[in-house]
């Protein structure tokens, strides 16, 4: 899980990854990518921050527990091109949305995450409301926490 959690956050913040998107249908939803209600300007920001997880539609496969995660490393804010800032206090946290939209077999389809940054000792994504209220305001499913590191 934590390979595909990888790959998830991999792929939004680099690289297309569609041959492994198609391997997953679970993972995409028919259509074009949403044009979200609720986006925010984007983010400046000069402090250390990491990803430290991602809310997707898949269900974990592994026990929720972040216990055995590595610790995050904090590293310098990178740039945001292609993400959409959906969340933040503008000092603690930052939540993105990434949509890939591709086609199979001649549909549209497109793939959605979001990734949470969180500055050390920051608010925990998995437990602070405020990350589910962005999700729930830009209609946003991505109900299930992936945690990739410990804050
Ligand atoms: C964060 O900063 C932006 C841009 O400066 C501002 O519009 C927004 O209201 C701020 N949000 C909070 C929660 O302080």
């Not at 790959?7 to 993972?27: F, M, N, T, W």
């Not at 990518?33 to 898949?58: A, S, Y």
């Not at 740039?79 to 077999?105: A, P, R, V």
């Amino acid at each position: 899980m934590l390979q595909l959690s990888y790959v998830l956050v991999y792929c939004a913040l680099l690289a297309p990854y569609y041959a492994y998107a198609q391997s997953r249908p679970e993972l995409t939803k028919p259509g074009e990518c949403p044009k979200l209600p609720h986006p925010l300007p984007k983010p400046t920001f000069k402090d250390k921050i990491t990803i430290v997880g991602i809310f997707t539609n898949i269900k974990s496969t592994t026990p929720g527990s972040a216990a055995n995660l590595r610790q995050c490393e904090p590293g310098d804010f990178k740039k945001t091109e292609g993400h959409t800032l959906i969340g933040t206090d503008n000092k603690s946290y930052f939540l993105f949305y990434n949509c890939i939209e591709f086609n199979i077999q001649g549909k549209k389809t497109h793939l959605e995450i979001a990734t949470a940054l969180v500055v050390p000792k920051g608010p925990d994504p998995g437990t602070d409301k405020r990350f589910r209220e962005a999700l729930d305001k830009n209609k946003l499913g991505l109900k299930e926490w992936l945690p990739l590191c410990k804050v």
